[in-house]
C-alpha cells in the first residue's frame, strides 16, 4: 500500500533537484518561447488556407524562392501599364508581402539576371516586330529548382490571362465591335483553366476539319478526406513531443543514474520506502512535468486543443509510454553518459527505422513503435482533424505505452538498485 507521506517526500526530492537545474529550466522557457513565436508571428498568411505550394514556398528556410520581382518598361507599349496596375491589384495576401514590382528601363530589362539566393525574379518586355505587338515573358528560378516559382507563377499567368482579356475587351469596345466571342474570364480559384482551354483549343481545332473527333473534355479536382500535413500544426507537435521526450526520455534516465553513481539510489532503497513507492514517485513526477509543459505549449499555439478528450487522452498516453522508455533506458544505463548515449541512441535508431520503413514501403514494423502512433495522435489533435484511424492509433500508443511500463517496472525491480 503506497504510503502518502513517503511519496510527498520523494516527489518533493525531485522537484527541489530540478529547481537548481538552470540549464532545464531554459530548456523549457526556450521551449515555451518558440510556441509563443509560432502562435504569434504568421508570415504570408501561412496556415491561413493558402495552397499547399504557397505554404511550401513560405517556410523555406534552405533554397526555394522567398522573394520574387516582377520586372518591366512601360516604354514603347499600351498593354503594360493597365497590365501591370491589374498584377498590383491582384497578389493574392499569402504573396503580398514577397511579391515586388519594379520598374525598368528598357536596356536594363535586357541585361543579364543576377539575385542572391532565395530571390527569383519574372520580367515583362512588350516590343514590336512584323507591325505586329509582342509581349515577352522571362521567368528566372534558382537553378535547379524550377518548382519554387510554382506559387508565382499560378497567380502571374492567371492574372495576366485575366489583365489582357480585359484589355482586349476595352479595345474592342472602343472599336465598336459588339460580336466579339471571347472565351469566358478565368474564376479567381481556377488553377485548371489553362489545361481546359487547351483541351477546347485543340477540340475546336479538329472540328474545323471533321466535328466530334476530339470529344469535349471536363475536368473537376476535389480534396480528399482529412488535411494535408500542415507545417505550422506540425512544428507545434514537434514541440510538444519534444517536451515529453525531454522530461521523461532525456531527464529522467540521466539524474536516475546520477542517483546511483552517487549513492542516492542506495540510501533511498534503505530507507523506509519501499521499490513500488520510488517508482510510483517518479512515474508521477516526471510525466507530470512532460506533461505541463507539453499542455502550456499545446495552450499557446491553440487554446481550444485543452479542452478536447483526444488531446489529453493523448497526452497521457504518450507521457506514459516516455516514461517506460526513459526508466529502461536508466535501469540499462550504468552511468549518465551511458543514460544519455543510451537516449539520443534510442531516439536515432527509431527515427532510422521510420525512414527506412516509410521509403521503401515496408509494413507493419513501423507499427511496433511508439513514435509512429505519437505524432499522428497529436498532430491531429493540433490541426483540429480527428478521424476514426486516429483513435485506432491512440489505442495502439496506450497498448504500447503499456508494454514500455511493464518493461521498466520489471527491469527496475531485477536491477535498478545495480
Known amino acids: 500500500m503506497m504510503r502518502f507521506y513517503i511519496l510527498r517526500a520523494l516527489v518533493l526530492k525531485e522537484l527541489h533537484r530540478h529547481a537548481a537545474n538552470r540549464g532545464g529550466i531554459a530548456l523549457g522557457l526556450l521551449l515555451i518561447a518558440a510556441a509563443v513565436m509560432l502562435s504569434v508571428f504568421n508570415p504570408a498568411g501561412f496556415g491561413g488556407g493558402g495552397s499547399s505550394a504557397t505554404e511550401a514556398a513560405s517556410t523555406s ?60 525574379s519574372i520580367r515583362l518586355n512588350a516590343y514590336t516586330a512584323g507591325g505586329q505587338p509582342h509581349l515577352r515573358i522571362d521567368v528566372f528560378h534558382p537553378p535547379g529548382d524550377a518548382a519554387a516559382m510554382a506559387p508565382f507563377e499560378n497567380w502571374l499567368w492567371r492574372e495576366m ?48 476539319w471533321h466535328a466530334g473527333i476530339v470529344p469535349e473534355v471536363q475536368i473537376t479536382r476535389e480534396g480528399l478526406g482529412g488535411q494535408t500535413l500542415e507545417l505550422r500544426s506540425a512544428i507545434a507537435t514537434a514541440l510538444v513531443v519534444f517536451a515529453l521526450y525531454f522530461a521523461c526520455v532525456y531527464l529522467l534516465p540521466t539524474l536516475n543514474c546520477e542517483e546511483r553513481e552517487r549513492g542516492v539510489l542506495l540510501a533511498q532503497a534503505l530507507s523506509p520506502a519501499s521499490p513500488a513507492e520510488i517508482l510510483m514517485a517518479k512515474f508521477l513526477f516526471y510525466p507530470v512535468l512532460g506533461g505541463a509543459l507539453a499542455a502550456v505549449i499545446a495552450g499557446i499555439y491553440k487554446p481550444a486543443v485543452l479542452s478536447t478528450l483526444f488531446f489529453w487522452s493523448g497526452l497521457f498516453t504518450v507521457a506514459a509510454g516516455f516514461l517506460g522508455i526513459g526508466m529502461t533506458i536508466a535501469t540499462l544505463a550504468k552511468t549518465q553518459r551511458a543514460a544519455f548515449m543510451g537516449a539520443m541512441c534510442y531516439l536515432l535508431s527509431v527515427s532510422l527505422v521510420l525512414v527506412i520503413c516509410s521509403t521503401n514501403g515496408i509494413p507493419f514494423v513501423s507499427n511496433l513503435a511508439l513514435e509512429y502512433h505519437v505524432p499522428r495522435v497529436l498532430h491531429a489533435s493540433l490541426s483540429g482533424s480527428v478521424h476514426s484511424v486516429h483513435w485506432l492509433h491512440l489505442l495502439a500508443a496506450m497498448a504500447l505505452a503499456a508494454f514500455w511500463l511493464v518493461t521498466a517496472g520489471w527491469l527496475f525491480k531485477r536491477r535498478g538498485w545495480q
Open 161 to 208: 490571362r485575366v489583365g489582357l482579356q480585359e484589355i482586349a475587351e476595352q479595345k474592342l469596345k472602343a472599336l465598336k465591335v459588339t460580336n466579339a466571342n471571347l472565351p469566358p474570364i478565368v474564376a479567381e480559384n481556377d488553377d485548371l483553366w489553362a489545361v481546359r482551354e487547351s483541351f477546347a483549343a485543340l477540340r475546336r481545332d479538329a472540328d474545323e
Open 61 to 120: 528556410v534552405v533554397g526555394g524562392v522567398q522573394h520574387c520581382f516582377v520586372c518591366y518598361t512601360r516604354e514603347n507599349s499600351d498593354v503594360i501599364p493597365p497590365l501591370v496596375a491589374h498584377l498590383e491589384k491582384t497578389v493574392p495576401p499569402e504573396l503580398r508581402q514577397r511579391v515586388r514590382l519594379r520598374e525598368m528601363n528598357a536596356d536594363r530589362i535586357k541585361e543579364g539576371v543576377y539575385y542572391q539566393p532565395g530571390v527569383a
